[in-house]
Every structure is written in C-alpha cells, then in structure tokens.
C-alpha cells in the first residue's frame, strides 16, 4: 500500500519560499510510468494542480505556478519537494501531494498560512 506523508513550516511570511517535502513508502518513486503530484486547495476554492514530477525526473507544472514553482527529487529518500517562491497570503491552502495513477493515493494534506 503506498503511502505518502508531507512535511515542513506550517507558517510564512509573504515573499518567503514554501517549502514542503513529500515522503513516500510502500513504493518507489522511481517505478516506471508514475508521477507524482502537488495540489493545493485554498480557503473557499476547490483543489488546484500545481505539477508532476515524473518517474524519470521530468517535471511538469501548471501554468498557473510554473512562474513560482519548482518540483525536485531526493531517490535515495524517496522523497518530492516542492518549493514556490515569492509566496503572499492567497498561498495560503492545504497542500497534498499525491500519486494521481494507478490507484488514487494522497497524503493526509497539511495545512500552510502565510502571514505577516
């Protein structure tokens, strides 16, 4: 059963950089023709994709983050990271990461406030 867990700062300060790491177990993030995923649901809205990084590396980001976003990788940890930079309080949301194929798995969603 794969599983997957985020971490990182609850809190930020606008033009800061959010980080937030997904950890992944019961699966490889490495396995041929998975991607994985961060989506984030604000306060009143529904969820937004935000990119993929893809088994082999490649990534993917939607157009409406790829100018803040970037998505990386740690295979010996098994882990996906996500940083957006230049964050204000519209950022702040629940940020999940996920493995949108084969299967439906998220993790648990964490939520992040950013504030002055």
């Known amino acids: 059963q794969v599983q997957l867990q985020e971490s990182g700062p609850g809190l930020g300060k606008p033009s800061q950089t959010l980080s937030r790491t997904c950890t992944v177990s019961?699966?490889?993030?490495?396995?041929?023709?998975?991607?994985w995923s961060w989506i984030r649901q604000s306060p009143g809205k529904g969820l937004e994709w935000m990119g993929d990084i893809h088994y082999s590396g490649k990534t993917v980001y939607s157009p409406s983050f790829k100018s803040r976003t970037s998505i990386s990788r740690d295979t010996s940890k098994n882990q996906f990271t996500l940083q957006l930079t230049s964050v204000t309080p519209e950022d702040t949301a629940v940020y999940y990461c996920?493995?949108?194929?084969?299967?439906?798995?998220w993790g648990q969603g964490t939520q992040v406030t950013v504030s002055s």
């Open positions: 996920a493995r949108l194929n084969d299967g439906d798995y």
């Open positions: 019961g699966g490889y993030i490495t396995t041929d023709g998975y991607s």
